[in-house]
Each structure stands twice: as structure tokens, then as C-alpha cells.
């Protein structure tokens, strides 16, 4: 590809409605007209390192049965997120001051020491660590109670980061220096200062691929479910679907927590609402 070819890459508008149908039946994922310019910004690194000479020839080599690893790759590109520990906090001091107090006093009543949540869309990890974080705090002084976490993304690349738990000093600023010294381990890598999760949270974690429009190989019952930031890219109809799905999944009394940027309003559901982005399986 030469360079001329590289100043006037763009995508051409049937391209993009080509594409946006693609990921919309696979995944859900809304390319809205909105998002084009997204799109194209998000893609033409990938179209340059193909050395492809079009948006429509990367197109039809994604679509390809030889391009399926790359369609993946694709799809990673348009549904990463930027995230960090403890984003949108509001949500980690709901569960420590008031719903985990509560939800040990009630399950500790019935003798049904376990707790099960799921991190719906878990990116590169900052969430789930965050809720293990949180859970490992309210649960410190319970050694019996049984713990785990369900995270999942559609995002292999992101997947892979999550699990490896490592992370630069700038996504760890939102721990305190108590928390980082319990849940961390600082280690140099390169020359670099980075910190490496400590085994013990990582091991309340399960880490597993799901594209949420297809079957979940799981009924749950979860106490709680974060889908935060994740209908953002839904439309209405899917949204609704995905929510009734997350109904489903919840124990009674469970939690569903979405995104502070997102709404159920104009949804039809059950649940009761809490707080902003807080709502509650009655």
C-alpha cells in the first residue's frame, strides 16, 4: 500500500452499514450512524497493519472464512472499553456500607454461606479485581463462606490481560495503600514498576469468553450482576432482552448494577430501583 493510498482510507457509507449488520447479528453491538466515525478510526490501524488497500477489501476478508480470527480481532477493536479499578465507585461503597451487611445477616439466618457474582463484560479485569477487592474486605473475619466471581467478556485479547492480572501504577491509583499492600504484589518488569494481583483474589475469579447474545452456559442463581457500560451499545429491543436475561440469572434479593452513563427507563422489567444505575430483584 502506498502512502497516497494510506492518506485517503476511509469508509464508505455502504461499507459501514455492511459491517454495522455484521456485528449487530453477531453480538448486538448498535453501530448506529453515530458511531461511524468510530468505526473508521477503530479499524484503519487494522486495515493498514493487513495492508489491505480498502475498508472494503478488509471487509470482505473479515466476512471470509479465512478471516474469522480476524473478524474476532475486529470485534475486540469496536467493543473494547477504557477502564480502571473502582470506576464509577459509587457502586463498590453501595455494596460495603448497605447490601453486603444486609445480605450476611440474611443468608447467615439461613445458613447458605456462598456468594456468587458475575462481572458481565469484565474487559481487561479492573472490575472483577475491584469486586474481589470489596467482597475479600466485607468477608475478611468469615473464612467458611464460599466466594466466587464470574467474569466474561467477548473479548479474547481483553480476556488474556485480565487474567494475568498485571497492571501499570496510573490503573492502580484508585486503591488505597492499605488495599495495595493486602491485594498487590509490586514487581519490575522491563525496568518498569508494575503491580501483579496476589494470588488469593485472583483464585475467587473464574475468567471465562461469552458473547452475551448467545446461550449462557450458566442459571446462576448470582447475588450480584455488574453489566456496567455494556447496553451502551445495544439498541432498545436488545437491551430489554438482555435484561429480562439478567432477571432470570439473579437470586431473589440479587443486584443488578449497570453503567451510570445508562438507563432502564423506557425498558419493561421487575426489578425495583435502588439508586442511579442500582436496581434490585425483589
Not at 496510573?170 to 518488569?189: G, M, S
Request: hydrophobic residues 40%.
Amino acid at each position: 500500500m502506498d502512502s497516497s493510498v494510506l492518506r485517503t482510507l476511509a469508509l464508505e457509507e455502504k461499507d459501514f452499514q455492511l459491517l454495522s449488520d455484521v456485528i449487530y447479528h453477531h453480538c448486538g453491538i448498535n453501530l448506529h450512524d453515530g458511531k461511524k466515525g468510530l468505526v473508521q478510526s477503530r479499524l484503519a490501524k487494522l486495515v493498514r497493519q493487513g495492508r489491505f488497500s480498502s475498508f472494503r477489501e478488509y471487509i470482505d476478508y473479515i466476512l471470509s472464512s479465512e478471516g474469522k480470527k480476524q473478524f474476532a480481532v475486529a470485534v475486540d477493536a469496536l467493543s473494547t472499553n477504557l477502564t480502571f479499578f473502582f470506576r464509577e465507585k459509587q457502586h463498590f461503597d453501595f455494596l460495603q456500607r448497605n447490601y453486603l451487611p444486609d445480605l450476611i445477616s440474611r443468608k447467615t439466618k439461613e445458613s447458605r454461606r456462598w456468594l456468587r457474582a458475575w462481572s458481565a463484560a469484565c474487559s481487561s479485569g479492573e472490575e472483577p479485581y475491584s469486586l474481589a477487592i470489596t467482597l475479600a474486605e466485607a468477608f475478611q473475619n468469615k473464612p467458611t463462606w464460599d466466594i466466587k466471581i464470574l467474569a466474561t467478556d467477548i473479548s479474547t485479547r481483553m480476556l488474556e490481560k485480565a487474567q494475568m492480572g498485571t497492571y501499570e501504577p496510573q490503573r492502580v491509583e484508585p486503591l488505597t495503600a492499605q488495599q495495595k499492600q493486602l491485594f498487590l504484589v509490586a514487581n519490575l518488569i522491563e525496568g518498569q514498576k508494575v503491580y501483579q494481583v496476589r494470588r488469593e483474589l485472583q483464585e475467587m475469579i473464574r475468567f471465562r469468553h461469552l458473547n452475551l447474545m448467545d446461550s449462557w452456559p450458566f442459571k446462576g442463581p448470582f447475588d450480584i450482576i455488574f453489566a456496567r457500560n455494556v447496553m451502551i451499545y445495544f439498541d432498545k429491543p436488545t437491551q430489554a432482552a438482555l435484561v429480562n436475561r439478567f432477571w432470570q440469572c439473579l437470586a431473589s434479593g440479587g443486584l443488578l448494577c449497570i453503567g451510570h452513563s445508562e438507563s432502564l427507563t423506557g425498558i419493561s422489567h421487575e426489578f425495583s430501583y435502588i439508586q442511579p444505575a442500582t436496581y434490585k430483584k425483589n
